[in-house]
């Protein structure tokens, strides 16, 4: 049975072409610094919003028309996972990743959802055979059932903190089971909605001794995958505890556990916690720890996590800037943890908005690569900071002066001059970029 019957192969053919299904900007066999577009991208399909998702939102029930809606229980499990191959293979994505009850619908007992997964898992990796995409990465839901009302490793039950580990045990076998690249944790209830009725510093501990535990096992079961921490500032809990990648790095510096984790970082989560998308990655990169990327935006008209899918180009420009700097993602990949609106609710809609996805990030890959060769900002950047690679800024750097040299270098000053930052100047550049790009492509 074929879920896409009218859509054929996606395919390269350039921005002139007409045909809706085929890519405009992103050639994943393009070579740039050794690497295809393909290998830097590492594009991945989130299987939550693509096969799972109903288009819903909480004014309304989904709107979504999908093959597949009139099964239900393990019958439809089976079906996604023959549609989401197909998809696959049509898109010519290289990974995907999926919650554990993405795949498999969770029962009245965890035995008998353990038996789901390894039904579901068994199916997928029948697949995985015969195909080119693999598992960037997987998880564990610890945020829709009612029982993480108060977070899974910071739950004030102890059952809930064993319940959790079960989960991730699970998740962590499944992962060295299907080749999963990596292994995300994302706190969705890990916080607080008060402090008079919690115990913040126990809640912490708690969480540190839960990451260590999984990182223990992957051990004890060889599973080598990459750890990730996905930051997101609040909703659902009021105060989350991976805020932001300072906060979530500070938290992981303090319980010794910055040597097993990377930090996937997701745009709308960035913009959420009151920063720019390529602030958290450039933060995550001089700490080397970026790690993956959740690809989409936000709707800056509103206060939530709408999950759209990523077509401002200046933001992918600036964003692949940095993965360019980070010399790629590694393990990692740029996943789309995005979502068609409830507007766009048949099954083409998912294909035009990957696509769309895809090209962006595509010309900013292109516009970051011509950036960086021409060391547009760096060359700024080093002449900005010039006053440090000589005289009292070098002695400063290399540790070699006090305060009282300080002092006596500071009363012999005479006016001091600053240079302009050139922000208006530096913006308008990369628009030219961006422009000349889209025409290079197109002559």
Request: aromatic share 14%.
């Amino acid at each position: 049975m074929s879920y896409f019957s009218n859509v054929n192969k996606v395919k390269f053919e350039g921005p002139n072409s007409t045909n809706p299904f085929s890519y405009k900007y992103y050639n994943p066999e393009e070579t740039f610094n050794g690497k295809t577009m393909e290998e830097y991208l590492r594009f991945a399909v989130s299987y939550w919003h693509t096969f799972t998702g109903e288009g819903a939102d909480p004014f309304g029930a989904g709107t979504a028309v999908r093959p597949y809606d009139r099964l239900s229980g393990m019958d439809l499990a089976k079906a996604r996972v023959e549609a989401s191959f197909e998809f696959y293979e049509k898109l010519g994505v290289p990974f995907f990743a999926f919650h554990d009850f993405d795949i498999a619908p969770e029962a009245d007992s965890l035995s008998q959802t353990f038996k789901n997964i390894d039904e579901i898992v068994a199916m997928i990796k029948e697949y995985m055979k015969t195909s080119n995409t693999k598992l960037l990465w997987n998880t564990a839901n610890m945020f829709t059932h009612p029982r993480w009302l108060s977070g899974a490793a910071t739950s004030p039950n102890a059952d809930i903190f064993a319940y959790a580990a079960a989960k991730v045990k699970k998740g962590l076998e499944v992962g060295k089971e299907l080749g999963s690249e990596n292994y995300v944790f994302w706190g969705g209830r890990e916080g607080y909605e008060t402090l008079l009725n919690t115990d913040m510093g126990l809640e912490l501990d708690n969480l540190a001794r839960f990451f260590h535990m999984a990182k223990d096992y992957a051990n004890e079961i060889g599973f080598d995958a990459q750890f990730l921490i996905e930051p997101k500032p609040k909703e659902p809990t009021t105060h989350q505890y991976d805020f932001d990648v300072a906060t979530s790095l500070s938290f992981l510096q303090k319980y010794d556990l910055q040597d097993h984790f990377k930090f996937n970082i997701e745009a709308n989560h960035a913009t959420l916690a009151g920063h720019t998308f390529e602030h958290e990655l450039h933060l995550a990169r001089v700490n080397g720890m970026l790690g993956s990327v959740d690809a989409n935006q936000g709707d800056t008209l509103l206060g939530w996590d709408t999950d759209e899918f990523p077509t401002d180009l200046y933001s992918t420009t600036l964003a692949m800037y940095e993965i360019l700097k980070n010399g790629g993602l590694g393990t990692g990949g740029l996943n789309f943890d995005a979502k068609v609106r409830r507007g766009s609710f048949d099954t083409d809609d998912l294909f035009h908005a990957h696509i769309a996805g895809m090209d962006a990030f595509a010309i900013g890959a292109r516009v970051a690569q011509r950036l960086l060769e021409d060391k547009v900002l760096e060359d700024f950047v080093a002449d900005r900071y010039s006053s440090y690679t000589s005289g009292i800024g070098l002695d400063i750097v290399e540790g070699k002066t006090d305060f009282h040299k300080l002092e006596k270098y500071a009363l012999g000053l005479g006016e001091i001059k600053n240079k302009s930052g050139r922000q208006e100047k530096l913006k308008a550049t990369i628009n030219k970029y961006i422009l000349e790009a889209y025409a290079t492509v197109n002559a």
